[in-house]
Each structure stands twice: as C-alpha cells, then as structure tokens.
C-alpha cells in the first residue's frame, strides 16, 4: 500500500520518516519492499540527514546497481 503524507515543516518530515521507517521494519517489512518516493532531489531531502542513522541506510535510488537487498531507495 502507499501512504501520502504531507507536512509542515523540513524538521517534522525527517521525524516522520524516521518513524515510519522504523515501524515497517519492526513489523518485519523487508528493506527491499520499501521505497521513500518525493519530488525534492535526494541531497536535498528530508531522508538525507538520517540517511545513515537507521538500521538500514536510505541511499539514492539512481546509485542503486539492482543488487542491493539491505537498503531503502529514495
């Protein structure tokens, strides 16, 4: 399923992601099976600054080879 969420401020959309992320991984979803989607580039994203901060890293989708299974595409 896929879930729009909008929000009012840069620093409350990191939270979110975070926390997001987060529960679908302690629910057992798969790194693999989850895709962050936005129209803002990467570098300058709200996922950036916790891109390494989560037990699976948020890495750019167009860097990605298609091996990769413990990441999660932006």
């Known amino acids: 399923p896929v879930e729009y969420r909008y929000f009012k401020s840069f620093e409350e959309e990191t939270s979110r992601i975070r926390a997001s992320v987060e529960h679908l991984l302690s ?5 693999r099976d989850i895709v962050i989607l936005s129209p803002v580039r990467f570098e300058k994203s709200a996922a950036y600054p916790i891109r390494n901060q989560l037990k699976v890293p948020i890495v750019d989708a167009r ?9 999660i595409p932006y």
């Open 27 to 31: 629910e057992g979803i798969q790194a």
């Open 63 to 71: 860097q990605l080879s298609g091996n990769e299974k413990d990441v």
